[in-house]
């Protein structure tokens, strides 16, 4: 009886012990890497993923214009203008809704948030106008 | 001539849409904030893309050149 009593004891001792291990090592394993995780503020996120697409589009828009110069250059001007501006004004524009995010981030004001959006708001124009100088190009 | 140029340029186009599109279905599928790494990665690719070929413009943005006496355009 005292026998199986101890058993029984060890027996759930164990079991506790292979529940709990899994779950304290998991959040030890969180805990110790929580400093670069990032939050989900949907103010942030959707910042992040305009400036993001924003560089891809207008990156690609003007690969695309470079790779083709001459004959754009002659056969459509208006496309070639629209990269040239963008050559010219984007790349300041991005670095400072990069930089807005990175003070937004580190402040959470709403200060700060009014002008991540307001950067934000310029420079996913731009993406804009690059999409619509592609589809130009695109267009038999 | 002229429609094998365009034919060209028609391709590369496409070519260079179908990877830019393929890297917005990339950033879409992203969920959550960039960590501080991945925003400072974020920016220093940008950086380096503006010293690329392809972001310099023809000819800089420059003044006339002054008159004589450098009080105005020539």
Redesign the interface.
Same mark, same amino acid.
């Given at each position: 009886m005292k026998k199986t009593r101890s058993f029984s004891l060890v027996f759930v001792m164990l079991l506790a012990l292979v529940v709990a291990l899994p779950l304290g090592g998991c959040s030890w394993f969180t805990s110790s890497t929580a400093t670069t995780q990032p939050s989900g503020d949907i103010v942030v996120v959707s910042a992040e993923k305009s400036l993001e697409a924003a560089f891809t589009v207008i990156d690609g828009f003007l690969l695309a214009e470079h790779q083709n110069r001459d004959y754009i250059k002659s056969k459509l001007p208006a496309v070639h203008a629209t990269a040239e501006q963008l050559r010219r004004e984007s790349p300041a524009m991005l670095r400072e809704a990069g930089d807005a995010i990175a003070a937004y981030k580190a402040a959470r004001a709403e200060i700060q948030r009014d002008a991540m959006e307001s950067k934000l708001a310029s420079v996913s124009q731009m993406a804009a106008q690059a999409r619509t100088a592609l589809a130009t190009i695109n267009k038999p | 001539m002229q429609i094998i *140029?365009?034919i060209?340029? @028609?391709l *590369?186009?496409?070519e260079? *849409?179908a990877?830019?599109v393929d890297?917005?279905i990339e @950033?879409?599928r #992203? *969920?959550?904030?960039?960590?501080?790494?991945q925003?400072a990665d974020? #920016?220093a #690719?940008?950086?380096s893309?503006?010293a690329a070929?392809?972001?310099?413009?023809?000819s800089?943005?420059t003044l006339p050149p002054l008159n004589d006496s450098g009080t105005g355009p020539a």
């Open positions: - | *140029s365009l060209l340029a @028609i *590369s186009v496409v260079q *849409s990877t830019t890297k917005l @950033i879409g #992203r *969920s959550g904030e960039l960590t501080d790494d925003l974020l #920016r #690719r940008m950086a893309a503006f070929p392809h972001w310099r413009p023809d800089p943005a």
